[in-house]
């Protein structure tokens, strides 16, 4: 039973871990903010997050179009 418990542990650090490493790669080290994986996993996040996240992109890529989840609440097309 402990072995068990110990496993199951391992594999969900194992994928929060690939989930997570996915996301930061996407908005601190993408060449494409409009990366459907990357997009999905942003809009995702908790909040603060995904604000980091959208902040992120902006740095990167202010002068194109933001992704879902980082547009502003508006409707302008612009970022949050």
């Known amino acids: 039973m402990k072995r068990l418990l110990t496993v199951l542990i391992v594999a969900a650090i194992s994928v929060f871990g690939v ?5 930061l790669i996407y908005v601190t080290n993408t060449s494409d903010p409009l990366d459907e994986v990357g997009i999905e996993l942003n809009s995702r996040m908790p909040d603060p997050l ?3 996240g959208c902040a992120q992109l902006k740095a990167n890529f202010e002068a194109r ?9 508006d409707g302008s097309g612009g970022w949050e």
Do not use: H, Q, S, V
Not at 19 to 23: D, H
Not at 65 to 73: E, H, Q, R, V
């Open 19 to 23: 989930i997570g490493g996915r996301w």
């Open 65 to 73: 179009l933001p992704p879902y989840g980082c547009a502003a609440a």
């Open 50 to 52: 995904r604000k980091w």
